[in-house]
């Protein structure tokens, strides 16, 4: 499956010549909407600052790191000094980084412990004493479709998730049909919506499961 023959099998299943035109919208849209919805393994990504090309690390003096472009959502955090790792596991709002420490001077220093989400950017409690290695794991934006980068994961490996997104994404620009009693919504919309909540439990399922696969299975016994 690739952009092309999704966009066909998306226009045949509407039957709508009307719409076709904004048929790449609807896969824009059911795709933001699959990685609203899902956090799989293939949307992880990890690395260390060092060892990008160009080099990244975290300045001395600064208290906030610009998130990627592709970032949905933090997974773990960890500042490297040597061959020290200091993972951040305190994480607090926005309001609640300030309003839980009192801060005297805007301009203290040292290895930050505490670290929030402001704007596009990752915050620290601290300004750093000197320049840290990091890293980063997340979960991402994957790659959208285009004419020129025509396959990406969901066409690979959920292609069916991806056409049902679409279809929901297109249902709200679909005509009544007229009926003897009136003017009723395309019942196939419902059908897609249902189609579209069996293939996310399905993903889930197979995800969560693939993620304790090889392990032992051990019984626990709670008074």
Known sequence: MNYRDLKELVAQSLQND???????????????????????RSMETFYIGSAQNPV?????NVNVLALPSDYLELIHFSLISGTNRYPLFD???ARCSIDSIPFTDTTN???????????????FNYYTDKVY????????????????????????DAFDALLYASLYCASSVLPLIETSR???????????????DNILTDLI?????????GSPKRTRYSD
């Open 18 to 40: 009307k719409v076709k035109a904004l048929i790449p919208s609807f896969i824009e849209q059911g795709q933001k909407l699959l990685e609203r919805k899902l956090r799989l």
């Open 56 to 60: 990244v690390t975290l300045a001395a």
């Open 133 to 156: 290695d990091y890293e980063i794991g997340y979960f991402k934006k994957l790659t959208a479709l285009t004419n020129e980068a025509d396959t990406n994961w969901w066409t690979t």
């Open 205 to 213: 399922h197979v995800d969560n499961k693939e993620r304790l696969s």
């Open 109 to 123: 220093k040292g290895l930050p412990t505490r670290i929030t989400r402001r704007g596009d950017n990752l915050a």
């Open 182 to 196: 009136g003017f009723m919504a395309d019942p196939r919309i419902t059908a897609w919506a249902h189609s579209l």
């Open 91 to 93: 994480r607090f709002s």
